[in-house]
C-alpha cells in the first residue's frame, strides 16, 4: 500500500478502460449520472419572449448511443456486497436500467429529484420536466443510515444547480446541486467509504464525498471538465482537511492522483491502497507475479461471438512473459489488442474478419468511404422519418378502428410508391446501384410492424406516444438494414472493401451481433431492433484510425488459415506466448460459416500438448470431452464462471463454467 490515507483518486481517462482494473468488491457506493441518450426526444432550447433562449439541459454525449446493458456487469463487479448503487436516469433507460440489474440485486428502487425551479413551458402545452429519476439497488446487509421515517421518502427536492455553485466556463448542462448529492451519500455510505463516479462531469459527487469525509474515484474523458472537477475537489478536499486539523483529527493526506498526457490520450498513473494502475493499465511494467507484462488498455476490434473482453481479469494476470504473440484464433481481437508485444501473429479462419483487419492495419481510405456512406444512410432513416409523420397519424387511424387492415395495406403500398425516389435516396445512387430490395422491405415492414404492434396493444396497453414512434422508426431502418443483408448475401461481384464494409455493417447491428447461416449458406440474423435505432458505426471507425491502433497494428502479421497450418508455418519459439480460443465443444460451433468439429478439437489438443514449444493459455467452456483432452500430465487446468447475455435460439447455457488451461 503506497498510501493508507489516500482521499482522493481522479482521473481524465475513458472509464470504459479504467473500470476493468478496479478488483472485485473494492467499491462502497456507485453514485454516477451517465447519459441518458435523450437528444432524439429533445425539442432542443427552449425559446423565451424577449431574451436568449433556456438551455433544456441536453447535451452532446445525449446525441450519441449509450448502453446501460454495456455497463452493468462492471458495476455489479467491483461493487461491495455491502454496497449502494445509485444511477441518475431518465424515462427512456429507466426500464434499461432495471433489466440489466433487477435480478442480479435483492433489492431495486428508485428516488425521485424534484426540481422546485424547472424550465418553464412558455405556451403550456405539458407538464414541466420537474422531475429526475434515480435507480437505485441493494443487497441484504447493504449500509443505510437512516435516523428516522421523516428521511425514508425516496424523494429529494431542491432547485436546479445556480450561480454561484453553478459554473458559467465550462458550463455543463447536467451539473447537480451537491446539496443532493450529499444526501444521498450521507444514506448510503460510512466515513471513509469509497465512493465512485465513473461520469464525473464537473465534479460534484466528488466535491460532495469530500465534505462528507469519504474517499472518492472520480473519471472524466473531457479535458474542460476534468480541469474543473480536479479544482473544486482540491478546494473542498483542503477546507476539509483544514476543519479536521482544527479538530485534532490527523491521518489526512494529500494525495495528487491526476496525471494525463495529451487529450488524444486517456493515460492516467497515480498510487492507493485500492489498486495501482502503474502495475495493472496502460503500458506499466508488472510486478514479478505477472512476469513484466506490458498491457495497452485497448479496446477490440469488433464484437465476435465468444468475444474475450469481460474475460481479461483472468486471462491478463495469468500471461507469463514472452517475446512475441501468436493468436490462431483472434475473433474479436479482445486479447490481442489488450496485450502489448514486440511483434504480433494473428490468424482466423474468417477470410472476411482478417479482411477488416486489414483494412485497418493499412489504413484503406475506400473502405473507410464505404462504411461512411452506410452510416449517413442511416442517419438519412431519421431525416425520412421525420418529414413523414403521416405513417403515425395513418396508425393512429388504423388503432381507432377508422381503417382496416386492408386499408392499412393499402395505404403503405401506395407511400412507398409516391415517395419511390425518397426512399432509395435513403441509401443513395452508389448503393441503389446495386441489387436494391429497399422499397419492397420498406413496405413489408411497415404494414407488418403497424400490424404487431395494435396485437400487442389489443393484448396489454395502449403504446406511449415515444414507444409508437421508436417501432416505426424501428420498420424503417429494419427495411435498410435488410437491403444491405441482401446485399451482403450476393457479394459475389462487390469490391473487396464493399464486402468488408458490409460485413463491418452487419456485426454492428445484426441482431446481438450474432452471425447464423440458412441452409442456403445466407447470413439470415435480423435487424437488432429499437436499441439499435441510434447507433452509429463513426465512433468505432475513429478508433481504428487513432494513432494507438495505427501503431499497434505496425507490427501485426495477419494470417487467413486454418490454425495448425498457422502453427506450423509461423513456428512460435520457447521464448513466444501463444493465446488459443477456440470455438467450443458445443451442438452449434459454426461462426461466418466455418464449422469446428470434435476432430479438430482433438487436432488442436495433439499438436499444443504434443507439439508447440511455446508456452500458451487456452480459455474454453468446460465439456467431459475438452476436459479429457488437455488432462495430461504438464497441463494446468483452472476455472471460472461466465454470464452469457443471450442466448441465440436456445443454443447457449446462459451460465457455464469456463476452463482456464496452460502448459506452464
Request: charged share 25%; aromatic share 14%.
Amino acid at each position: 500500500m503506497k498510501d493508507p490515507n489516500w482521499r482522493k483518486c481522479i482521473l481524465r481517462a475513458d472509464s470504459r478502460n479504467v473500470i476493468k482494473h478496479i478488483p472485485d468488491n473494492s467499491v462502497d457506493f456507485i453514485l454516477t449520472d451517465p447519459p441518458y441518450n435523450l437528444g432524439k426526444h429533445s425539442t432542443g432550447n427552449i425559446p423565451l419572449p424577449g431574451r436568449s433562449p433556456m438551455n433544456n439541459d441536453v447535451a452532446e454525449w445525449d446525441m450519441i448511443d449509450f448502453n446501460p446493458e454495456e455497463w452493468a456487469d462492471e458495476f455489479i463487479r467491483i461493487l461491495k456486497p455491502t454496497g449502494n448503487l445509485f444511477i441518475f436516469t431518465s424515462y427512456n433507460h429507466l426500464g434499461r436500467w432495471y433489466n440489466c440489474l433487477d435480478h442480479k440485486f435483492d433489492t431495486t428502487n428508485f428516488m425521485i429529484w424534484h426540481k422546485t425551479n424547472p424550465a418553464p413551458k412558455i405556451f403550456k402545452a405539458g407538464f414541466l420536466n420537474s422531475c429526475e429519476m434515480i435507480f437505485t439497488c441493494w443487497n441484504k446487509r447493504h449500509t443505510w443510515n437512516f435516523i428516522s421515517q421523516a428521511e425514508m421518502h425516496n424523494f429529494v427536492e431542491s432547485p436546479i444547480c445556480m450561480r454561484p455553485e453553478r459554473l458559467a466556463t465550462p458550463k455543463h448542462p447536467a451539473q447537480k446541486p451537491v446539496s443532493i448529492l450529499k444526501k444521498m451519500i450521507e444514506i448510503a455510505s460510512n466515513r471513509d467509504d469509497i465512493i465512485f463516479d465513473p461520469f464525473m462531469g464537473v465534479g460534484s459527487m466528488g466535491v460532495a464525498a469530500m465534505e462528507l469525509d469519504r474517499r472518492f474515484i472520480g473519471i472524466e474523458i473531457n479535458a474542460n471538465y476534468f480541469d474543473a472537477a480536479k479544482e473544486r475537489i482540491e478546494t473542498a478536499f483542503l477546507r476539509q482537511e483544514s476543519k479536521q486539523y482544527m479538530k485534532g483529527n490527523k491521518g489526512y493526506t494529500i494525495q495528487e492522483t491526476d496525471s494525463t498526457n495529451n487529450a488524444n490520450e486517456s493515460v492516467c498513473a497515480y498510487q492507493s491502497n485500492l489498486f495501482d494502475i502503474d502495475e495493472f493499465f496502460h503500458n506499466k511494467k508488472q510486478d514479478k507475479q505477472y512476469g513484466k507484462v506490458l498491457f495497452t488498455g485497448l479496446q477490440p476490434i469488433i464484437k465476435w461471438p465468444g468475444g474475450k473482453e469481460k474475460e481479461l481479469k483472468y486471462i491478463l494476470p495469468n500471461v507469463p512473459r514472452f517475446k512475441r504473440f501468436f493468436e490462431p484464433f483472434v475473433g474479436g481481437g479482445a486479447v490481442f489488442m489488450a496485450i502489448d508485444s514486440e511483434q504480433y501473429y494473428i490468424n482466423d479462419l474468417s477470410e472476411e474478419l482478417i479482411s477488416l483487419y486489414d483494412n485497418i492495419a493499412k489504413a484503406n481510405d475506400e473502405f473507410y468511404r464505404l462504411c461512411e456512406s452506410i452510416d449517413e444512410s442511416w442517419k438519412n432513416t431519421i431525416a425520412f422519418f421525420d418529414s413523414n409523420k403521416i405513417l403515425v397519424n395513418k396508425y393512429l387511424s388504423y388503432r381507432n378502428g377508422e381503417i382496416n387492415e386492408i386499408e392499412l395495406k393499402s395505404f403503405v403500398q401506395q407511400f412507398c410508391q409516391e415517395r419511390k425516389d425518397e426512399i432509395i435516396a435513403i441509401i443513395g445512387t452508389e448503393f441503389a446501384s446495386y441489387s436494391c430490395i429497399l422499397l419492397k422491405e420498406l413496405e413489408t415492414n411497415l404494414h407488418r410492424k403497424m400490424v404487431r404492434m395494435h396485437e400487442l396493444e389489443l393484448q396489454k396497453h395502449l403504446l406511449p406516444d415515444e414507444d409508437l414512434l421508436d417501432n416505426i422508426e424501428t420498420a424503417i431502418k429494419s427495411a435498410v438494414y435488410m437491403n444491405y443483408r441482401n446485399l451482403y448475401n450476393h457479394k459475389e461481384n462487390l469490391s473487396k472493401e464493399l464486402q468488408c464494409a458490409l460485413f463491418f455493417f452487419m456485426r454492428n447491428y445484426a441482431y446481438s451481433g450474432m452471425f447464423r447461416y440458412s441452409s442456403k449458406g445466407e447470413f439470415n440474423v435480423p435487424y437488432g431492433g429499437i436499441a439499435y435505432n441510434s447507433k452509429l458505426m463513426a465512433r468505432k471507425l475513429d478508433y481504428y484510425r487513432s494513432q494507438e491502433v495505427k501503431k499497434h497494428f505496425q507490427n501485426a502479421n495477419l494470417f487467413n488459415k486454418d490454425f495448425e497450418v498457422f502453427l506450423r508455418e509461423t513456428n512460435p519459439t520457447e521464448e513466444d506466448f501463444v493465446f488459443l480460443d477456440p470455438p467450443y465443444d458445443s451442438d452449434f460451433s459454426t461462426y461466418a460459416q466455418n464449422a469446428f468439429t470434435r476432430e479438430d478439437q482433438k487436432r488442436l489438443a495433439n499438436y499444443m500438448i504434443n507439439e508447440c514449444r511455446a508456452k500458451w493459455m487456452m480459455v474454453i467452456k468446460n465439456t467431459d470431452f475438452i476436459y479429457n483432452l488437455y488432462n495430461k500430465d504438464g497441463i494446468s487446468i483452472r476455472t471460472f464462471d461466465k454470464e452469457y447475455l443471450v442466448s441465440f435460439m436456445n443454443r447457449n447455457d446462459k451460465k457455464v463454467t469456463h476452463l482456464l488451461i496452460t502448459n506452464y
